[in-house]
């Protein structure tokens, strides 16, 4: 995606059919572990590498006309994460925004999160394998690193180093602050260490 802007829900709607939609979704769950014994982690909150070699959310394209947003991701979703994605089952309250660009093609991304426990996050990662796109469009799930390790860029100063689909990278940055998951001074300090300022 090109430069984006944020719209509403309804504005987005109301676009012309000139205009493709894209819904992806935030996983993530509370995760009382800590790295090495002492890097406490936090959350684990799910991205994947995918078939461009870029990291993104799982999701894809959606058509409004074929039916709700959330129905479309959906049916993204247990696409890309096997059938254990069936249960999660997103729906309008886990909507966060959406974005449009109009660059390298007109591209409207909403985006959504939910919080799942870690029992059902560790089910999905076990069944993501058996998922139909595994190995095509979705080369493998990942968990973010959420902390900042003591040499100051490892951790998520290095993971916002990567190469990102579309507007995952602010998505994640979003989510990241919204959510509450890293404090917005932390998430700040990465995203200017990764090179790439708030
Ligand atoms: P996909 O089918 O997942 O590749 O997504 C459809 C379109 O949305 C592609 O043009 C991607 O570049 C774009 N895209 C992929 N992931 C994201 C994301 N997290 N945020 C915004 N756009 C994305
Ligand atoms: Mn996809």
Do not use: I
Not at 88 to 110: I, K
Not at 137 to 148: D, F
Request: charged content about 20%; aromatic content about 6%.
């Amino acid at each position: 995606m090109g430069e984006s802007r944020a719209l509403s829900r309804a504005e987005a709607l109301r676009l012309g059919p000139g205009w493709r939609h894209a819904c992806h979704a935030l996983l993530y769950a509370p995760c009382p572990g800590r790295l090495f014994g002492a890097v406490p982690l936090g959350h684990a909150v799910l991205m994947q590498m995918r078939f461009d070699g870029r990291l993104g959310f799982p999701g894809g394209f959606v058509d409004p006309r074929d039916g709700s947003l959330e129905e479309g991701l959906n049916r993204e979703l247990q696409e890309e994460l096997g059938p254990g994605a069936a249960p999660l089952c997103l729906a309008e309250g886990d909507y966060l925004g959406s974005r449009s660009a109009e660059t390298p093609q007109r591209l409207v991304a909403h985006f959504y999160a939910k919080r799942l426990s870690l029992e059902q996050l560790r089910a999905l990662e076990d069944g993501a394998t058996r998922a139909k796109e595994h190995g095509l469009e979705v080369l493998g799930l990942v968990r973010v690193p959420l902390y900042t390790l003591r040499d100051g860029a490892g951790g998520l100063p290095a993971f916002l180093s990567n190469a990102f689909a579309g507007d995952a990278r602010q998505q994640l940055l979003q989510a990241l602050g919204t959510l509450r998951l890293v404090p917005e001074a932390e998430l700040r300090r990465a995203a200017a260490l990764s090179g790439q300022p708030l």
